[in-house]
């Protein structure tokens, strides 16, 4: 039972990780964002990646874990923020929303690796519903990015 518990420890705060490194993506994006509807929705976004941090928070410590101790280094190369700022930069909606997707994409892998492994019930729980909400969030960045309104001029 301990394996299990560390190993779900483990994956909680690398999804901890992730969470952070999307909130600080989607705050970054809302900041430079000057179209409205994608100011409020990148807030939006990053406020729930907020809340998520808190509730895996909660999770690891109900555990008797350490939320405070991150993942790899490596792990964060491949979250997929890295580059927001320089699509920022470019003051264009079409890029900022290409970013944000490409975030959200390292985003739902690593929820969906998370739900496929062995882990505590109730985790596995919290996970599979953020995964639900990080999923419909790319769905609707993606959406944007694709939409008419938000194409590259």
Known sequence: MKDLNEK???TLNSLIETCKDGAKGYKAAAEDAKDVELQTLF?????????FVRELQQA?????????KSGSVI???????????AAISSNEPHAVLAECE??????????????RETLSPQATTLILRQLAAVQAAHD?????????VYQKT
């Not at 690891?60 to 405070?68: K, L, N, T």
């Not at 792990?75 to 580059?83: E, I, K, P, S």
Request: zero cysteines.
């Open 8 to 10: 779900t420890i483990s």
């Open 43 to 51: 807030q939006q976004y990053a406020a729930e990646r907020e809340s």
């Open 60 to 68: 690891v410590r109900a555990m008797g874990g350490d939320p405070d």
């Open 75 to 85: 792990g964060r190369v491949h979250r997929g923020w890295l580059d927001i700022k």
């Open 102 to 115: 490409r975030g959200e994409d390292a985003a739902v892998k690593a929820y969906r690796d998370a739900s």
């Open 140 to 148: 609707r960045v993606r959406a944007l990015r694709d939409s008419v």
